[in-house]
């Protein structure tokens, strides 16, 4: 019955909604990545240090 | 769909990020503390060497601070750094998982713990084993070029890997397979911005970090993917009862 009623709401949610979905992602995905990764803010570098050195993000 | 995609992420960030945190604390964070040591000391010596030695040492031995020097805030050793790392896990851990969310969306992928783990796999493939075959992950005080130069390397080779697999895995016809695996090999012909300096940190220590580093970014991968189809499930699942109960 789920089943059913995932693939009915799935048919039934239009393009536009996905893809405003996908963008909302993609952005709060990228900046969350960029904050943690490659924000220059020495703050920032040294908050996520070792997170990204383990993560092999180029550092210093 | 929006709320179902950011509640997967937000739970499957969480549970990989509570996975990589410990496994960093177990393997990689001991090691960047060894290196640490090492970088300390290369430190010393270049300071010494330099014919401004004395000027150097009289500037930071004094009273007179450079009023630059201590607004660099960092976290105190030991917990507050540890926590720290934990919480930029946890953020890093949330943000991959949002943009794993958002390409399966996109490409329409049904997400189970079983193809969520395939475009885990594939998101480690592009951020963490493509970019580490030109520039390995580094432990502190080794020698390497500018800082943006490798980043620009780094998002390049992760952007092409990305649409490389892409090409190979979704579109598959000989055409784009072709084109797939020029993409993913262009890179490293171009050739990553990598340079070897004369370093007292041993060999030993910066290939054990090397190795560890990819192991605990595989498991945070593929934590991510099989987490983010199983949440996928249970937030779903939350919703069709919600609607059948009103």
């Given at each position: 019955m789920s089943t059913s009623a995932t693939l009915q709401?799935?048919?039934?949610?239009?393009?536009?909604?996905?893809?405003?979905?996908?963008?909302?992602?993609?952005?709060?995905?990228?900046?969350?990545?960029?904050m943690t990764g490659f924000a220059p803010a020495t703050a920032l570098h040294n908050a996520a240090h070792d997170f990204r050195h383990t993560q092999n993000f180029p550092c210093h | 769909m929006i709320i179902r995609l950011l509640s997967a992420a937000l739970v499957a960030g969480f549970l990989a990020a509570v996975v990589a945190t410990g496994l960093q604390f177990a393997l990689t964070s001991p090691l960047i503390l060894k290196a640490e040591v090492y970088e300390?000391?290369?430190?010393?010596?270049?300071?010494?060497?330099?014919?401004?030695?004395?000027?150097?040492?009289?500037?930071?031995?004094?009273?007179?601070?450079?009023?630059?020097?201590?607004?660099?805030w960092q976290p105190a050793p030991g917990f507050e750094r540890m926590a720290y790392t934990g919480l930029a896990t946890l953020v890093g851990g949330v943000g991959y998982a949002l943009?794993?969310?958002?390409?399966?969306?996109?490409l329409q992928r049904q997400p189970t713990p079983e193809t969520g783990l395939a475009f885990g796999v594939a998101g480690f493939l592009c951020v963490a084993l493509a970019p580490a075959m030109g520039l390995p992950p580094e432990l502190p005080g080794m020698g390497s070029a500018a800082l943006a130069v490798r980043q620009v390397w780094w998002l390049m080779t992760a952007l092409a890997t990305a649409v490389g697999i892409y090409l190979i895995a979704v579109r598959r016809v000989a055409l784009t397979i072709v084109?797939?695996?020029?993409?993913?090999?262009?890179?490293?012909?171009?050739?990553?911005?990598?340079?070897?300096?004369?370093?007292?940190?041993?060999?030993?220590?910066?290939?054990?970090?090397?190795?560890?580093?990819?192991?605990?970014?595989?498991?945070?991968?593929?934590?991510?993917?099989?987490?983010?189809?199983?949440?996928w499930h249970l937030f779903g699942e939350r919703a069709v009862a919600r609607r059948s109960h009103a």
């Open positions: 709401t799935a048919a039934t949610t239009g393009t536009s909604e996905r893809t405003r979905a996908v963008a909302i992602a993609a952005l709060l995905g990228l900046g969350l990545v960029f | 300390e000391q290369a430190g010393k010596q270049a300071a010494l060497a330099s014919p401004f030695a004395g000027v150097i040492i009289h500037a930071h031995g004094g009273e007179h601070h450079e009023p630059g020097a201590a607004a660099e943009l794993l969310g958002a390409v399966m969306l996109a084109g797939g695996l020029v993409l993913i090999v262009a890179p490293h012909l171009v050739g990553a911005p990598f340079v070897v300096e004369e370093s007292r940190l041993p060999a030993a220590l910066a290939a054990q970090f090397a190795a560890r580093s990819l192991g605990i970014s595989l498991v945070f991968w593929a934590v991510i993917g099989l987490a983010y189809g199983w949440a």
